[in-house]
């Protein structure tokens, strides 16, 4: 079991930054494949990034490639996701997923934070 606390969201102006972090909870959280997604009104879930339990992995989505790095520290139990050059489509709800098999692409997360507002202003 674990759980997953996402902060750092906010109201930031094109062409900013913002570092999202996600911390995990649980003896197994450093084992698990982690990764982010996002929200937006109207739309569905889609993926953003996401990584393997030893950093080796790592994927994005086209949109965010050359923008969004994620990165972990399994001391720490925590994923972040640094975003720079924000776009006003990069607005929407991000959420923090773990994976317990499916590896960096994410294809079947298992456990979700409850999200993140990130809002880009033009």
């Known amino acids: 079991q674990a759980q997953l606390v996402e902060s750092g969201g906010g109201l930031v102006q094109a062409g900013g930054s913002l570092r999202l972090s996600c911390a995990a909870s649980g003896r197994t959280a450093s084992m698990y494949a982690m990764g982010w997604f996002r929200q937006a009104p109207g739309k569905e879930r889609e993926f953003v990034a996401g990584?393997?339990?030893?950093?080796?992995?790592?994927y994005y989505a086209d949109s965010v490639k050359g923008r969004f790095t994620i990165s972990r520290d399994n001391a720490k139990n925590t994923v972040y996701l640094q975003m720079n050059s924000l776009k006003p489509e990069d607005t929407a709800l991000y959420y923090c997923?773990?994976?317990?098999?499916?590896?960096?692409?994410?294809?079947?997360?298992?456990?979700w934070g409850q999200g993140t507002q990130v809002t880009v202003s033009s």
């Open positions: 997923a773990a994976d317990r098999m499916g590896g960096a692409t994410m294809p079947t997360p298992d456990y």
């Open positions: 990584i393997s339990w030893s950093s080796a992995t790592i």
